[in-house]
């Protein structure tokens, strides 16, 4: 298998150089059709750690002071990635001086003498295209007190870059390496003279993606929220590209835009965060703002799944359910085994989250998040709701993709007197063990109250001999469960009560109490939180509720919820440098005050 994934990867690398060599031998733009504007955020504080040697791309640092960014050579792959994909100017960008305008421009005119004809990494359509906006976007940046000499240079490394995409892009895969390639090109051809013929091709293309991979409820086949927010802002940034230009937008690609907005709007938090499912992250920070304002839609679809996720929300409190299947097929590489976990935020405080993608941190940690205890959910001990099979050759690489799991997942929705109310159920564990894991979760309409029941159980008389199997098996030990309730790094957990309860105190001043019925075992324990960007997986703790299933029906009801003593409202000064947040009782604070 590895011979063949090296035949793959090599055979790739052959006709990515041949066509790059191919794209050499075609006219060159001399200049561009008008001053590209920069619609790429970047950060001030991780451009000023480039300038002082600090390189932190994928979640790893590697210090090299003095050091050309092309010489310090990791070998991971998601490292060389993000290297040759160039993101990290916007970062440069964001500093703004004359040394880091000297250093954007060294290290991408020594990318051309050393990459620019197709040696090395860096040449596959998805990482073009990414590589081609950042270049456009800070083409003023790059270019400021250049001789035309240097300029000719870039001129014509854009050129080659672009006329390889338009060869290329049909091998990237499809999903967001086909996005990203595609709006490198339109990008490309609508700002560089003479490459307007390969605009309408790839408007061609982008639409046809658009209606094939965009769901009817803007949803896309990974499931992963922060991947969905990517493809949105591409997305954004064509339909902007297109407008400036005064061409026609395709119908498939407002239509587009016009589904995926409200959808991200539901899987944001109250912290104005995405929840975290299936690899995704909370998001960059500002990304989502930016790119639902540009959209021009202010619409937030009301009730029923967005995107197999239910949410229910009140006063400052948002709680986000993963209440469908896991992606199959290809698809399912970086899913994860969380179905009926749960994220719950408080203000802009974080509360309860799952562990997160473990990808960054290697191929071990990646595994470990991907399975079901990783998730706030009940999970039977030995077994994730979803199963991993073997490795395989998928696209070139090796990935574990889902064989089995759940086949229904249900999920209904109810307003009762005073609260909010979801009904959810999956049968990933039936075929084996003859159980159904159903959970009840009930959030009151002052946001300050969180009622939830887990209950396995059979539906059957299948169920029940799948179940006395297994109790004989286990000499009537019955099923170890788990129900875990992942705590935010940020949280401040304390036994309380005699051992009966958990205060958790949030750096706002809030302060919520779990408690539970007794019927299964209360433990305050370790736990890790896995988020992009950081060095390494930060400790945090993890409410869990332990017991055995040993007979056809077992319930376990938990609460959580403020103590008396804290207000609906504080005043919070929130992390990460979102700015000072007052939200009144009975609104979020979020800036969707103006939403439809």
Known sequence: ??????????????????????????????????????????????????????????????????????????????????????????????????????????????????????QG???????????????INHALLLLR??????????????????????????????????????????HAGLSLEGMQDHVEPAIAALAADCQARIGPQGDIPSRNPEELLEVFTLLTWASAALNEAGRTLPSELVEAIGRIAPTLRALRH??????????????????????????????????????????IAAARTSVIIDAAKPASGRDSGDAHASTLAFEMTSGRRPVIVNCGSGAPFGPEWRKAGRATPSHSTLGIEGTSSSRMAPPKIVRGQQ????????????????????????????????????????????????????????????????????????????????????????????????????????????KSGEVWVFRHDGKARLTLEPSIYLEKGRLKPRSCDQVVLSGRAIAYATRVRWSLAKAQGTPDAVRDYAPGGRGLEYAPPGRTGTGDDDLE
């Open 145 to 186: 007190g250049r001789d035309k000499e240097t300029a000719d240079r870039f001129y014509a490394s854009l050129s080659r870059q672009t006329v390889y995409l338009s060869r290329r892009w049909r091998r990237a895969p499809q999903g967001l390496p086909r996005f990203e390639a595609l709006t490198g090109m339109i």
């Open 399 to 506: 990935v574990e993709l889902f064989s089995e799991g759940p086949e229904r997942v249900g999920c209904e929705m109810r307003h009762a007197e005073g609260s909010q109310k979801l009904e959810l159920s999956h049968d990933g564990w039936r075929s084996h063990l003859g159980l159904t894991h159903a959970r009840i979760m009930e959030l009151s309409n002052d946001g300050r109250a969180l009622a939830g029941e887990d209950i396995l159980t059979t539906l059957s008389p299948g169920d029940e001999r799948a179940f006395d199997t297994m109790m004989a098996a286990t000499s009537l030990q019955g099923a170890p469960f788990s129900i875990r309730f992942h705590l935010h790094p940020d949280v401040d957990a304390s036994v309380d009560l005699g051992g009966t309860a958990i205060s958790l105190a949030l």
């Open 270 to 311: 109250s912290d104005g965060g995405l929840a975290r499912f299936h690899g995704g992250g909370a998001g960059i920070d500002g990304r989502l703002d930016h790119a639902l304002a540009a959209s021009g839609n202010r619409r937030m679809r009301k009730g029923g799944l967005h995107m197999g996720y239910a949410r």
């Open 1 to 118: 298998m590895a011979k063949g994934q090296t035949w793959t990867a090599r055979r790739t690398r052959f006709m990515n150089r041949l066509h790059v060599s191919m794209a050499g031998r075609t006219p060159v733009a001399t200049g561009f059709v008008s001053s590209p504007e920069p619609r790429t955020i970047g950060h001030f504080a991780r451009g000023r750690q480039l300038l002082a040697g600090n390189f932190m791309l994928s979640g790893r640092l590697v210090e090299a002071p003095d050091t050309l960014i092309w010489d310090i050579a990791p070998e991971d792959a998601p490292f060389v990635d993000e290297l040759h994909g160039f993101a990290w100017l916007d970062d440069l960008a964001a500093v703004g001086d004359a040394k880091s305008r000297e250093r954007a421009q060294t290290w991408v005119m020594n990318w051309i003498d050393r990459y620019g004809k197709g």
């Open 121 to 135: 990494p860096g040449w596959t359509p998805a990482l073009t295209g990414r590589r081609l906006i950042r270049w």
